[in-house]
């Protein structure tokens, strides 16, 4: 069997979050291969932040839909996201934590 494309992967497996963010929001794993993150900063610059496990290679979207800024993981590589840009990371085990 071949290797299966992110366009491949059912629905099903993808877990979606949206939301109109009053503060800071930390987030733990729910289910499937990819969480995709539609987030509205609400006026101001917010933190994103992975708490607990995630399977190896597990991924996340961040579509920031607001006018500031979004930091993912605060506490680790701290990425950001501008207005109006799109983020993709992905948890490695072997890196011991969040890329992106």
């Known amino acids: 069997m071949g290797k299966m494309t992110i366009d491949a992967i059912p629905q099903s497996l993808i877990y979606k979050y949206n939301s109109v963010m009053a503060g ?4 733990g794993y729910s289910y ?4 995709m993150c539609r987030l509205d900063t609400n006026g101001s610059n917010r ?3 992975p708490s607990g496990a ?3 290679l597990f991924k996340v979207e961040i579509v920031n839909v607001g006018a500031e800024i979004i930091t993912f ?7 950001t ?6 983020g993709l990371f ?3 085990v072997s ?4 890329l992106g």
């Open 81 to 86: 996201v501008g207005a109006g840009l799109l």
């Open 24 to 27: 800071h929001e930390t987030f």
């Open 54 to 56: 995630f399977p190896d």
């Open 47 to 49: 933190n994103f932040d």
């Open 90 to 92: 992905y948890y490695s």
């Open 95 to 98: 890196a011991g934590g969040w």
């Open 73 to 79: 993981d605060s506490g680790g590589i701290a990425s």
């Open 32 to 35: 499937g291969d990819k969480m």
